[in-house]
């Protein structure tokens, strides 16, 4: 996350305490995204996005004041909210976001299991490898999308949003070793998924 | 061939920090130590690498959810029927109040611990100067008066040039007090000083009555001794 934009949203979220709603634009435009991307990638679901961010900026609104910079990161807290409110989408929902890859894959990558990952169906029995192209970074795209919640949230709080570990712990309410071994089990998954499509490592990574 | 160096905890312990040592947020001395780990460990290599690729896959992606203002539109128009609801629901009395709560509660956290206590103290050290300032000038200011006057307080006929003075000296164990405010008033006079040392007194008269006055003076059994003062 930006110094930048931390440093901007702490200025902002005292305004908005005070119930300025043109700071309360500015904090929107300077956080939207970030938090819609991340919650899109959570939920999968662009509507159920679109109304998780609205539920993350309405609370904002509410609690504001509440926010103190002493006792952590703004970035952590807004992000911490947002993760929040996804959890409680899925559970109004029922399920687990719908995917477009068949649904034996989907129960099988959404497995809250840190330690036993199932295989998803090879390569040629999938109906969806015609519409993947070679290209590396769709084939990237589809193994990122195929993990479970958790790998996917940390995969993205992490190299997306530039968190630390501390910061993402912090967002998914876990301890810090539960964040690191989900990484950990997440790029083994990855490769796993990576390399069922037929692609190589050394393809990934240039052949370094 | 895969080449490792160090413990396997050492190796575990630094391929998970892996992820966080490429979004540069770990700690100097985390940092060096995958450092170190990683000049001589091929493993970690490969997979820093592959993370190396994810991350930038994951970075170069486009962004998935755009903000827009007509989805702005949509949350401030929650916002304000949030606002119009509080609104109806709380007096305007309450409302100032919470709203000037609401500040002075965020203004009072988000003031740093020593200026807080600095401010206290202050608060403390004029509000204990005010009190040992006005309050004694409001107990004077609301005092009655007392009765209770010294010798040495202003009178009229001590202040007349015309009064004559005398100095008695009482017989302490037969004088009682009763007589001694009878005798005054007989000779109209009053004591203007003293007891001294030697137990005289001054009582001064109306100069008109100086003979008179002394005549009385010397027959009342319970004085000994009177002289007049020139």
Known sequence: MNPANEKRGIALIERIALKDRKAFEEFYYLFANALGGYLIKMLNHHDWADECVNDVMLTIWQSAERFDAKRGKLTTWLFGIAHNKGLKTLERVGRHAKREVPDEWVDAANKEDDNDFRETPTAKANPERELIS???????????????????????LCFKNGFSYQEIAEIMACPENTVKTRMFHARKRLAELFEQRGYSLAELTGGT | MIDQVGTNEEHEAVAEMLPWFINGSLTGREAARVETHLQRCQDCREHLDFLRAVSRENVEQAPAWQASPAHFAGILAEVEQLEAKSETELSPKKKEGLSLLARLKRGFRQTPTAVRWTLATESFALAALVIVLVVPQLRIENTVPGEYRTL??????????SSARFRILFDH????????????????????????????????????DEDATKAILQKHPNIRLVQKIE
Do not use: Y
């Open chain 2, 173 to 208: 164990d037969g004088m009682t007090t009763s007589d001694l405010v009878a005798l005054l008033k007989q000779v109209h006079g009053q004591i203007v000083e003293g007891p001294t040392q030697l137990g005289f007194f001054t009582v001064a008269v109306v100069k008109n």
């Open chain 2, 152 to 161: 040495s307080d202003a009178d009229p006929i001590s202040k007349l040039e």
């Open chain 1, 134 to 156: 070679g290209e590396l970074g769709e084939a990237l795209t589809w193994a990122l999308s195929v993990l479970s919640l958790e790998h996917r949230c940390v995969i993205e």
